[in-house]
């Protein structure tokens, strides 16, 4: 509750408040989201599995309630500001968690399957899952690195956007090299940042189901558009 607190005082789009999270404890039910969400199995081990979601139905339910259409849920803009209100939202609770000295993992796999996470969690439409979160104690027999990012040079701009240095071929080869041994001194299998982004991106199979998104979203009740 202290953490979903801290989730409620993020900022909101207009203060619509477009977002909805369900905590789920039951190992049951965490077991078959593990399936769903590529048998991680930290989610089936972690006490707390929450499920954020990008939600519009009680927004659709205050227009109904006073008789009024509002066409406005059907844009683009409107979805995209329920993902940002619930992905603000799941920032700040991951930081009241770790306040207290628990550890978090975020799961984009939540997106594999939205229509079997929507069935499992009873989502209305026009609610869908964008992301979980396991909540629980960190091993401290296995410390955990932080993990290099890109230098700022590459993300910040001051002004105007500037493409080269964005991508300068030698700071990614340097960032690369950061990254590769980074991962090796964690025990995580060898690999640099250029390579996960080709094996990420050069197939849309990675994605494990993800491609599909637009067509899943329109199913659960999104329209995503108006011209």
Known sequence: EAAVATAQSASTSCNLQAWSVVAV???????????LAG?????TQAPLFLVWIADLSRLEQVGRAQGRELPGLDCLDTFMASVMDATLAAQNAAAAFESYGLGTVYVGAVRNHPEAFATELGLPPRAVAISGMSVGYPDR??????????PQSTVLHTERYDPAAAND???????????????VSQGLPARDWTASVLARMGDVAALHG???????LRSLGFVLGQE
């Open 25 to 35: 404890q039951d190992a049951a039910r965490r077991a078959r989201l593990a399936k």
């Open 39 to 43: 048998d991680q199995e930290f989610i």
């Open 141 to 150: 027999k296995h410390p955990t690195g932080i993990r290099p990012r890109l």
């Open 169 to 183: 071929p030698a700071t990614i080869a340097a960032y690369d090299q950061r990254l590769h041994a980074a991962r």
């Open 210 to 216: 993800r491609e599909h998104l637009p067509r899943s």
